[in-house]
């Protein structure tokens, strides 16, 4: 045998040679903060009406409008239709009245949209009107639920661990 069919050839490690236009991955992005298409949520249909469980109100008054609504109430459905007044028609429809929309949100994120409605000119305010809108002034600080009093006016309610919480606070202060 030879030395040229004895002699090893040389072995180097040579680096990959990457393409200039995959040198950036990032480049290939889009921008994050376009969304990814499967965990953002979009709400297509918002429920009007009084909150069902523990909520919050959202304390920007941006998102609490003044209103003029129409409340169906369809002889053989429990649920009522709400239908916001359009400017052209303000003032014509009798059974229509002035609310606040409040925008709410339950613990789970979903958000709700509740009507707290106000007398007509010259007509007395109902008590549990008055009390519905307490209930949101207090759903703007903590979570609360609705229940119902005496005299058919609405209360707040607390979850019972924040109840404790507060009692904690509260005897921990007369100290």
Not at 80 to 99: D, H, K, N, Y
């Amino acid at each position: 045998m030879s030395d040229e069919a004895t002699k090893k050839p040389k072995l180097e490690v040579v680096p990959p040679v990457t393409p200039s236009d995959a040198q950036d991955i990032e480049a290939l992005l889009l921008d994050p903060g376009l969304g990814d298409g499967i965990t953002d949520t979009h709400w297509h249909q918002i429920p009007i009406g009084k909150p069902k469980n523990y909520f919050r109100v959202h304390p920007d008054p941006m998102f609490r409008r003044k209103v003029e609504i129409y409340v169906h109430k369809p002889e053989d459905a429990i649920e009522e239709q709400f239908f916001v007044i359009a400017p052209a028609m303000r003032g014509r429809i009798l059974e229509a009245r002035t609310c606040t929309l409040a925008t709410c949100i339950y613990r789970d994120g979903s958000p709700r949209l509740w009507p707290l409605m106000f007398p007509r000119p010259g007509e007395k305010d109902n008590p549990a009107w008055v009390s519905a809108r307490k209930v949101a002034r207090d759903a703007i600080d903590r979570w609360v639920k609705l229940g119902m009093g005496r005299a058919v006016v609405y209360k707040s309610r607390q979850p019972a661990r924040l109840r404790a919480q507060s009692r904690l606070v509260k005897a921990s202060a007369l100290h």
